[in-house]
């Protein structure tokens, strides 16, 4: 059964940071892209950043590059978010999400075939 699970997600004031994790079973985590995607209310589902399997390429959006590190350890069948300089802007539901199709643009959603439940994150002071 494959199963994708978010934590650390939580409350954080402007400037702080958060790790994300995303804990992976049911599959061979090193044939797989992985994503974390994020959502407001109203809005689609955004692709934050990506790393993809094989060359171990990272992809960031413009609105999160240079704050956010995107890391992997197949070993342990984990992946990352590292998230320093959050904003107001950056509250959503944090979502990971695995991939077995190869794109070289991994932030591509509809790639994306298993998905966690997602972690809110909040920044507010």
């Known amino acids: 059964q494959v199963q994708l699970v978010e934590s650390g997600g939580g409350l954080v004031q402007p400037g702080g940071s958060l790790r994300l994790s995303c804990v992976t079973s049911?599959?061979?985590?090193?044939?797989?892209?992985i994503g974390w995607f994020r959502q407001v209310p109203g809005k689609e589902r955004e692709g934050v950043s990506c790393i993809r399997r094989g060359d171990g390429i990272s992809l960031y959006a413009d609105s999160v590059k240079g704050r956010f590190t995107i890391s992997r350890d197949n070993a342990k069948n984990m992946a990352y978010l590292q998230m320093n300089s959050l904003n107001p802007e950056d509250k959503a539901i944090y979502y990971c999400a695995a991939a077995n199709i190869w794109d070289r643009n991994c932030r591509r959603i509809d790639n994306y075939e298993y998905w966690g439940q997602g972690t809110q994150v909040t920044v507010s002071s």
């Open positions: 049911g599959f061979t985590l090193d044939y797989y892209t």
